[in-house]
């Protein structure tokens, strides 16, 4: 952690950014607070300011900190939605997104020789603090009175509706819910302490982590589930009936509820995972869409570059216009709730309304963990690949843009994709006949060999 700070030194200096500040935020992992403080430390012995976060803080406000501070960037200790043993050090720069391709090729190119070196400088936190390199802050404040900006906060508050929210012992614990309380609208919280051993869950917000959340909705008579992530730039929706709904149909009726709901236009960017009826609004609404490789790291940008309305991409991180253009949980929950209360109606009406508008599309999605010495093996497989058929579908043409995509007839896709942060094989499909769902995904499997 400590060389990865050198390296976010080195650069901040080499780009002229070192004297407008280094933001540090952490989540609720155990010692996630150590972590940012020896990065505080590193950022301090090299004469950085830092703006070090008091408390856990979710991403997206560590990176509205970014914009408020015009600091030259932000360093965030944060394990999100993934296992403990895979933390990570996440670098957001000054346009308060993640990292381009080229910022991290420029992060990573010193590190083998400052870990060579074994001698990165620090300043102790105290003295660092006594001699104002180091300012605590709290971001949530300025972040939340920005949110209050974009969404009618009064409204949702009157609007009576009933709302469970899984924090899932993440950064975001208390946040919506101090956004939402104080009205007619009804407002319980699960997991909403820390708990850095997250027990019985994986702070992920998808239909197999969201038991608790399903069960809450269900036992209560709720209008709605959502949760945040580990860190809280994702989101997951549970309707009335306790079914999830996935991360391909928040996406679309987000995209929908600006374009619909609040008259907004502009470009759409997505993933490569993410889902066609994005394509289909765009068509609709008579705006441009975008397609890039996975990441925010490169739909970021592309937001940037466009001005675009929102971005999206599997995972359940959705970026908006006029806010930071990174991932935000919290706001795509009250969007989604705004949704609702505008329309004064229930998730599942509102998917029905969206499918008479795109069609209906299904989506589901298997994770194979792997030895690593079966990467290597199973991408030549796929690469030499070239089924003419997949569950019977005809294959109408293929791309290697992020992984290995198979385009179906119909406009339905098959996808393998190797994790970027874990030693996964990902498949992922979506068609617009949910019996072929599953068909697909083991279609996909014979075809990588796997059993």
């Known amino acids: 952690v400590r060389a ?78 993934n296992p403990a043993q895979w933390s990570g050090f996440k670098y957001k720069p000054e346009y308060a997104s993640s990292a381009s391709p080229e910022v991290i090729a420029r992060l990573e190119a010193p590190l083998p020789r400052i870990l060579a070196a074994g001698d990165v400088p620090r300043l102790p936190l105290a003295e660092a603090r006594e001699r104002g390199l180091v300012k605590l802050v709290s971001p949530r404040r300025s972040y939340l009175e920005h949110l209050g900006e974009l969404v009618d906060l009064a409204a949702l508050r009157a609007a009576g509706l009933r709302v469970v929210i899984d924090s899932m012992y993440g950064a975001a614990a208390g946040w919506l819910l101090e956004l939402l309380a104080g009205g007619a609208t009804q407002v319980q919280e699960l997991h909403g302490e820390r708990n850095p051993l997250f027990p019985g869950l994986q702070p992920e917000p998808i239909a197999r982590h969201l038991g608790a959340l399903i069960d809450a909705v269900r036992s209560t008579g709720a209008d709605v589930g959502v949760a945040t992530d580990g860190d809280g730039d994702r989101v997951g929706v549970i309707d009335e ?19 619909e709901v609040r008259g907004q236009r502009g470009a759409m960017v997505k993933s490569v995972t993410s889902t066609r009826m994005i394509p289909r609004l765009g068509e609709l609404y008579g705006v441009p869409v975008y397609e890039t490789p996975v990441g925010f790291k490169f739909l970021g940008p592309k937001m940037i570059a ?29 969007y989604f709730l705004d949704f609702l209360a505008r329309r004064r109606c229930r998730p599942s009406e509102l998917l029905a309304e969206l499918y008479e508008k ?18 290597g093996e199973l991408r030549e497989r796929l690469a030499r690949a070239q089924p003419e058929r997949l569950a019977g579908l005809a294959v109408t043409a293929s791309d290697t843009t992020d992984g290995f995509r198979f385009h179906l007839e119909g406009g339905g896709w098959l996808l393998f994709r190797f994790s970027g942060t874990e030693p996964l094989l990902r498949i992922y499909t979506e068609v617009q006949d949910q019996r072929l769902v599953a068909e697909l995904l083991a279609a996909g499997k014979e075809l990588a060999g796997l059993p």
């Open 4 to 81: 990865c700070a050198q390296s976010v030194a080195l650069y901040l200096k080499e780009t002229g950014l070192a004297q407008r500040g280094l933001v540090v935020g952490y989540d609720t992992r155990f010692a996630s607070e150590d972590f940012a403080a020896a990065v505080a430390e590193v950022a301090a012995a090299n004469g950085i300011p830092v703006y070090l976060c008091d408390s856990p803080v979710p991403t997206p406000a560590v990176s509205f900190t970014i914009l408020q501070k015009q600091a030259g960037g932000a360093v965030i200790i944060t394990a999100s939605h």
């Open 241 to 259: 009936r306790g079914e999830f709904v996935n991360q391909h149909q928040v996406f679309a009726l987000l995209a929908y509820y600006l374009l």
């Open 306 to 334: 466009e001005d675009a309305l929102i971005a999206g991409e599997e995972s359940g991180g959705f970026a908006f216009r006029g806010h930071p253009p990174e991932r935000d949980g919290i706001l795509s929950a009250l």
């Open 358 to 375: 795109v069609g209906p599309h299904y989506y589901d999605r298997i994770d194979i963990h792997l030895e690593p010495d079966r990467q």
